[in-house]
């Protein structure tokens, strides 16, 4: 029935039938339920949420790592509810929201002061601003916690920002019992981040982008391989894979379709494949709703695997949208432009926009730009950096669109 009637449909149409509109699986309608359903089988000694060893830290995870990049102020129930369904392993930041995410948990851990010691609790400062002690107590103080289990610095993209100092702040911030574990998280280069780190006996864990279009890349295999020997834990992120254009595509038709015959969406078996890797400890995903959550949820505790034509399907997907997709080689495009443009940047910040449908984080990613570099966008010549592009983006008109619609 399910390929009767997806025979014929619109792209639009498609994606209307399965719900997708937010981050990561924006599932069908019944899938809440499935998720209650494993969860009474968890209370009969079934399936419960799995949970896997983060790298040497000793850290037992949830596979699922609740992010909270969304009002989690006005959203304690669902923090409430993601805790019931097993997810041990919540992810934050001061810039999500300027604190107010930390906030939100802060509050959740006030009101629930016995979950706190069951949570695996994430948070993250940019290098921008430095500060490091001041910023870090004042994460401290917003979460109503004396310690996180793990720390980040966010979002960097070269391993020479993992320097001297910042080995020395982080011993001094374990021996303060402020952190118990050190590491970053990285959206760009990640392959020459994770080999930097492998490198290094100080890092503990790292977040990366990682999906079906990046898992099969030799220098994605080889970075994850010198990480696991290392002792360092893999979380992943954007694992939707999704990029800053988006295009009708008659495979992404066949890959729905294909998921929906067995029962699930094509963004909940872009979770499994991730998944499929013993390697990857847990996937952090923005949950911001029962719905998405429920989704994410049931697809963690079903055990059914993906076939070999499953990955092949995605594989073909991944081939046939290549030229959509920022792999976050920031360095090429980078260097291509003399240094003077963040281009991954403005790419992630379209991604959002244009894939996930968050126009809010999409306008506060470009708005944290330099106001420099956001001015001279427009007028600038980006054929350099899209000659550059190993993957074919259309660079110079996703960075016209930025400035017409981000601005």
């Known amino acids: 029935m399910a390929k009767d009637r997806q025979a014929g449909l619109t792209r639009r149409e498609l994606m209307k039938t399965l719900g997708v509109g937010g981050l990561a699986v924006a599932g069908l309608g019944a899938l809440p339920t499935a998720a209650a359903a494993a969860e009474e089988k968890s209370e009969a000694g079934g399936a419960a949420m799995p949970r896997r060893m983060l790298g040497k830290t000793g850290l037992e995870v949830s596979i699922l ?38 906030e939100g948990f802060g509050r959740f851990f006030a009101r629930n002061p016995e979950a706190r010691g069951q949570i695996v609790l994430t948070t993250k400062l940019t290098p921008k601003g430095g500060n490091f002690d001041e910023r870090l107590d004042a994460a401290l103080a917003r979460l109503k916690t004396n310690h996180v289990e793990l720390f980040y610095i ?20 374990k021996k303060a019992g402020k952190i118990k574990n050190f590491g970053f998280s990285t959206h760009n280069n990640m392959e020459d981040c994770l080999q930097g780190a492998a490198g290094l006996d100080w890092i503990d864990a790292c977040m990366i982008s990682y999906n079906f279009r990046l898992m099969h890349e030799a220098k994605m295999r080889q970075a994850l391989a010198a990480c696991k020997k290392a002792g360092i834990g ?3 992120m ?37 998944w499929n890797n013993p390697d990857i400890a847990s996937i952090c995903s923005q949950m911001p709703n029962l719905t998405i959550l429920g989704a994410n949820v049931a697809a963690a505790r079903d055990r059914t695997a993906l076939a070999g034509e499953d990955i092949k399907s995605l594989r073909r997907f991944a081939e046939a949208t290549c030229g959509d997709y920022c792999a976050g080689c920031s360095s090429i495009c980078g260097a291509a432009m003399g240094g ?9 910040a379209m991604m959002y926009y244009r894939d996930y449908g968050e126009r809010g984080i999409a306008r506060e990613l470009f708005a944290s730009l330099p106001e420099s570099v956001r001015t001279k966008l427009g007028s600038m010549d980006f054929s350099p950096a899209q000659a550059a592009c190993p993957r074919g983006l259309a660079i110079a008109s996703i960075v016209q669109d930025a400035t017409s619609i981000l601005a």
């Open 154 to 173: 966010h979002a960097i993209s070269s391993p020479a920002e993992l320097d001297g100092q910042l080995k020395d702040w982080a011993a001094k911030a």
């Open 340 to 348: 003077a443009v963040p281009v991954a940047d403005v790419m992630r």
């Open 234 to 236: 893999v979380v992943a």
């Open 238 to 274: 954007k694992t939707q894979g999704g990029g800053p254009v988006k295009s009708d595509s008659p495979a992404e038709l066949d890959m729905a379709g294909r998921f929906l015959e067995k029962g699930f969406t094509d963004k909940q078996a872009k979770l499994k494949a991730v």
């Open 65 to 102: 790592n609740l992010g909270g990049m969304f009002d989690t102020v006005n959203n304690q129930l669902l923090l409430k509810q993601a805790l019931a369904w097993g997810i041990n392993f919540w992810d934050t930041a001061e810039a999500y929201g300027n604190g107010l995410s930390e």
